[in-house]
Structure formats: structure tokens, C-alpha cells
């Protein structure tokens, strides 16, 4: 009988409510979090969130169209700046990437527009460093030109 009165005390919280507290590690994350699997960069269409080159720093607007790449398990390479779709080939290796020369459509871009699809094609050349971390990807060309991107879902209606 004491030993049921133990095993209930160790079980409660101290008040009445009915429940039962529960240890925490003190971590502040859960095992989900720590257990997640980053996105990889074959196969997950990545939508632009920044580029960032000597000339300029830009965000993608919301409201705007979305510039994304995808890399399917062949090594192909589908896009879009957000004016000019773009396709080629590139091999991913462990943190690289590398870029044959892509074949981008000319549609003229002004603006902030125009800004991110020069910029965007700039880096997406040659080999580059990339590095995932959960659903962000970061792609540094050897001139220090970096695009950041997210882990996301292109409109069905875009290139």
C-alpha cells in the first residue's frame, strides 16, 4: 500500500487537476526538431528569398512571380528568375554544386526584376558552394555572390 502512495506522488504535480507531470531536458526542443531530415538539394524545388552579389541585395517580393530552381535526379536544371525561364545540367556533390552553362530565355527585364534575373543567372554558374540547413538552401558562387532559398512549392501556372 505505501508503495501505490509513493508511485502516485512521483506522478503528480501537485495539484488536483488531474494531470501528471511530465520531466522536460531543458533543451527547449522537441524530438521532432532535432530528428528532421534537411531538405536535400536533388529534387526540391528551391524558391528564391534573397540574392546578394557586389552590385546588389534583393529580396523576391511576395506579390511578385517566384523565382525558383529545381535540380531533378538526372542532373537537370528547370527555372525561372521570375522574367526568364532558364534549363541546363549540373552535378551536386558534397556541398557543390556545378553548373554547365544554362540556356535562359531573352525576354527583357527592368527594375528590380531585371536586377534578380541578372543576378541569379550570374551565380548560377560554374561550380558553387551549397549548403543546406533544414528548408533554406545557400548557393555561393567564387565571386562571393550568394542566392538564398526555400524549400517550397512553385504556382502550377509558372515556367
Known sequence: MAGIALLAACGSNGSDDGTTA??????????????????????????????????????????????????????????????NGFGGSAEVGEGVVTFEPLLATKKGCSGELGEIDTAMLSVLRGEVTAEVSGDSLTMTNADGDVLTLTAGEVPSGEL
Request: proline share 5%; net charge negative; aromatic share 4%.
Open 22 to 83: 511530465v520531466p522536460e531536458d531543458g533543451s527547449g526542443t522537441s524530438e521532432s526538431e532535432t530528428t528532421a531530415e534537411p531538405a536535400s538539394i536533388v529534387s526540391t524545388k528551391w524558391i528564391l528569398k534573397e540574392v546578394a552579389t557586389a552590385d546588389v541585395s534583393l529580396q523576391s517580393a511576395d506579390d511578385g512571380p517566384s523565382a525558383w530552381l529545381q535540380i531533378n535526379d538526372a542532373g537537370e536544371v528547370t527555372g525561372s528568375t521570375g522574367c
